[in-house]
């Protein structure tokens, strides 16, 4: 089973307060039978091999704006039977979110776009509701069900499409999150997100975010710009993948996913999208400043790779990806001292979190691996920021820091954020800076209206199994104008005995 780096407990927290900073059952026949056809109407065949989606594509077209969204490649998987959706929902203990509907996975390869407009590709799972199989009552004989596009396009125009931000995983090439089976007793809370949509009625697309297909420059780890345009293009993909797509977007995302999402929000105007993007869902998102990962190599906090190469690990997966991406291919291992670099290649190729820096290769603290120019530069201004962060080197990295927590959009979709009291991840004074920070760029009486809820009871995971019922209602409300959902508890349900605080000083938040 893949390591997901959200299971690993990064301790951020301890950084950021140092800087200041009614079921529809089926009937059994149904399940019986199986699904006859394709849900979704597509405007191309969907017969690809899987290992193709993350092949090279050969000779394909001058990149330009008007090729975002175009299917590469398009792959038809399983069915997952109502049967089996329903026990993995409860196997991952999904609250509020019965199996309603088989669901078909599919998977594809569409064209997007990376920093200075350099064209590229992003693979994706994209999960549907396939149609159920009745049995006549006069003569037993199975019948399909009207198409999901018929009755969606009954139900007040249909439910949005779900655009899925992900959260962190290896950043190997081969590492692909779209490569798992949603369905499969070994996938997680994440990936039965994604089947508790497609069962109620939703096409939702998760894109790896581009440079999980071979060829492709690296993945930008929590880039803003990077994850943002895959999301955005994945809804090109999907209006030019299915006839009648939906007209409305939902995007919603976890823990690097809600850092995803958000940035997604600040960039749908500028860059812009297919549809219109009426919500955006964070869940316990990372939204602390960005130079928090420049605080993590500072010897002010002591981290070393024998008791903290989790949280050192992230942060060289931050630096090395940003490096590779706005300075060139190659120039990520530059930051490092030579004598490491070969363990480094093999680190960011591993799809093992578990296997992160060694000591015996990296040494025992960031000076030990990193440029000293380097080192210097962004550990100073990680930790106090302002004129620390006055170098040249220094002020590359802190411009790159700020850009990665963009201003949302006051006038764009409306935010909802939710954050879990026992979350190990993300630490309830991380999740503080996060409300603090879209607190201020969505006021109150901003179109773009912000939203927080807290869970008193469950921890990084659980949050998604717990609250996606409620989060299925709000994005009713917000996409087909149906009721809200009940208020839900807000701060004070992840507060502590003392007062919530992200302990960041005035005008020193980015």
């Known amino acids: 089973m893949r390591i997901r780096g959200s299971e690993v407990v990064l301790c951020l927290m301890l950084v950021v307060a140092a800087l200041g900073c009614a079921a529809n059952v089926l009937e059994d026949a149904e399940l019986e039978v199986g699904v006859a056809r394709e849900a979704l109407l597509m405007n191309r065949a969907c017969n690809d091999s899987f290992e193709s989606i993350y092949a090279q594509p050969r000779n394909l077209p001058r990149h330009d704006a008007s090729r975002r969204g175009d299917i590469v490649r398009c792959s038809t998987g399983r069915t997952i039977a109502v049967e089996e959706v329903r026990a993995g929902l409860a196997r991952r203990g999904f609250i509020g979110v019965a199996a309603q509907r088989p669901v078909q996975i599919y998977r594809l390869t569409y064209r997007t776009e990376r920093l200075q407009g350099r064209g590229d590709v992003s693979s994706a799972i994209l999960l549907a509701p396939a149609p159920r199989l009745r049995a006549t009552s006069e003569s037993g004989q199975v019948e399909t069900e009207e198409s999901i596009e018929t009755d969606a396009l009954r139900r007040g125009g249909g439910p949005p499409l779900i655009v899925f931000g992900h959260g962190t995983v290896p950043y190997g090439q081969s590492c692909g999150y779209s490569r798992l089976d949603p369905g499969s007793d070994e996938s997680d809370r994440e990936l039965g997100a994604l089947v508790a949509f497609a069962t109620q009625g939703y096409t939702v697309i998760m894109p790896d975010y581009a440079g999980f297909v071979a060829g492709s420059p690296i993945s930008g780890y929590m880039l803003s710009d990077d994850e943002a345009r895959s999301l955005l293009d994945a809804t090109r993909a999907v209006r030019k993948l299915v006839r009648n797509p939906p007209s409305r977007v939902v995007m919603v995302g976890h823990s690097q996913g809600g850092h995803a999402v958000l940035s997604a929000q600040a960039q749908a105007r500028s860059y812009g999208l297919s549809g219109q993007l009426v919500g955006v869902a ?63 290649s093999r680190f960011v190729a591993s799809c093992n979190f578990y ?25 100073a201004c990680g930790v106090y920021g302002g004129e620390a962060c006055g170098s040249p080197l220094a002020s590359t990295w802190h411009n790159r820091f700020r850009a990665d927590r963009p201003p949302l959009d006051r006038s764009g979709a409306p935010v909802l954020m939710w954050a879990a009291k026992n ?58 104008g149906a009721a809200e959902p009940e208020a839900c508890p807000g701060e004070s349900a992840i507060q502590g005995s003392e007062p919530l605080s992200c302990l960041t000083p005035p005008g020193n938040v980015d």
């Open 282 to 344: 964070a869940l316990a998102p990372f939204w602390a400043p960005g130079r928090t990962f420049g605080a993590i190599f500072s010897p002010e906090f002591m981290f070393n790779t024998t008791e903290h190469s989790p949280q050192l690990a992230f942060a060289v997966e931050y630096f090395y990806t940003h490096a590779e991406l706005y300075d060139g291919r190659g120039r990520g291992v530059e930051l490092f001292k030579p004598q490491v670099r070969g363990a480094l």
């Open 355 to 379: 296997e992160p820096l060694r000591p015996e290769e990296f040494g025992n603290t960031a000076a030990d691996f990193l440029q000293p120019d380097f080192y210097n530069a962004v550990t």
């Open 423 to 480: 979350d190990r991840v993300i630490d309830p004074s991380l999740s503080k800076c996060a409300i603090d920070k879209i607190a201020s760029d969505l006021p109150a009486g901003s179109p773009a209206k912000f939203t927080f809820c807290g869970d008193d009871d469950a921890d990084h995971e659980s949050l998604i199994g717990d609250q996606l019922g409620w989060i299925t209602r709000w994005i009713e409300a917000r996409a087909r």
